[in-house]
């Protein structure tokens, strides 16, 4: 899940990452950033880590990647920040190259692709990892880097055909990890999400199909693991014991914007509303 800030129900973030869902950074304030300093990037992708911890009980070490609002990547300036934040991914760069589809690599060196939204980083980030959003083709042949902006058909039976089609092109050649990203809102069409739950139930019936978070998918992809020992590879595992669920969800009436706003949460309420250099965090991200 990449959140951003603005509107986030952080009791829901809770319970959410209570069930194993991963938790990664959008941005405080989901502006265009490509003309951000590295400072800027930090206040923003760094700050919504603060936030995710402080407000949605999420651990901080857990928060280990990002993605770009609007995928408008700020080019080494965005990356020095993430590399020097100890962040493990980005996933904010959509590739063309899908036949065969592009795997996760890591910014040791040049990226292999064409730079869609530029800036791209041109320099080194030794072990940061980037995975990109591999480009679907719709069915009527038009491409998209999120499920959500492809041409989506008009009933379940087209959804789940335009899904099974993209699978496949990863399944059938070089099993690059098929990355689904959607925005929420498109799952409020009920044949949306009955096609997405039909092609849910067809590759979990696979025995050669795992269905992962972005930091499951890069410790497999530093310690490949075979089907005969995967069951015991524990990354894996599904047992969240330590993250709580919310039981005591309160609202929170803070001051932004000239307005007050609600903001829902199992923690405690800030004195302020957290925004960009004012997590409500001890931290030096926060301005003077």
């Excluded at 194993?20 to 950033?33: D, K, L, N, R």
């Excluded at 910014?107 to 679907?136: A, E, K």
């Excluded at 098929?178 to 025995?207: N, Q, S, V």
Aim: glycine share 6%; charged share 20%; hydrophobic share 30%.
């Amino acid at each position: 899940m990449y959140v951003s800030h603005e509107w986030t129900d952080y009791s829901q973030v809770q319970d959410l990452y209570a069930d194993g869902h991963e938790m990664a950074s959008h941005s405080v304030s989901h502006s265009f950033g490509e003309q951000f300093s590295t400072k800027k990037w930090a206040k923003e992708i760094a700050g919504q880590r603060e936030i995710l911890s402080a407000y949605g009980g999420v651990k901080m070490e857990d928060v280990r990647g990002m993605r770009a609002p609007f995928l408008a990547v700020g080019g080494n300036k965005m990356y020095r920040m993430l590399w020097q934040e100890n962040f493990t991914y980005d996933s904010s760069m959509p590739v063309y190259e899908n036949n065969p589809p592009s795997w996760p690599y890591t910014l040791d060196y040049r990226i292999f692709h064409d730079c869609m939204i530029p800036p791209c980083p041109t320099n080194s980030y030794p072990g940061l990892w980037q995975v990109p959003m591999v480009m679907w083709q719709d069915l009527n042949g038009g491409r998209c880097s999120m499920g959500d902006a492809c041409t989506t058909p008009p009933d379940a039976e087209g959804v789940y055909k335009m899904l099974i089609k993209n699978f496949e092109r990863h399944y059938t050649t070089n099993r690059a990890p098929f990355g689904l990203f959607y925005h929420a809102a498109w799952f409020t069409t009920p044949h949306h999400k009955e096609g997405f739950i039909a092609f849910l139930d067809t590759i979990t019936a696979m025995d050669d199909v795992w269905l992962t978070t972005n930091w499951q998918l890069i410790q497999w992809l530093r310690d490949p693991t075979p089907l005969s020992r995967i069951k015991n590879f524990a990354p894996f595992s599904c047992n969240y014991s330590d993250r709580p669920k919310c039981t005591t969800k309160k609202v929170c009436n803070v001051w932004h914007k000239g307005g007050v706003r609600y903001m829902r949460t199992c923690q405690p309420c800030p004195e302020t509303y957290p925004w960009t250099g004012n997590t409500g965090v001890n931290s030096p991200l926060n301005d003077p």
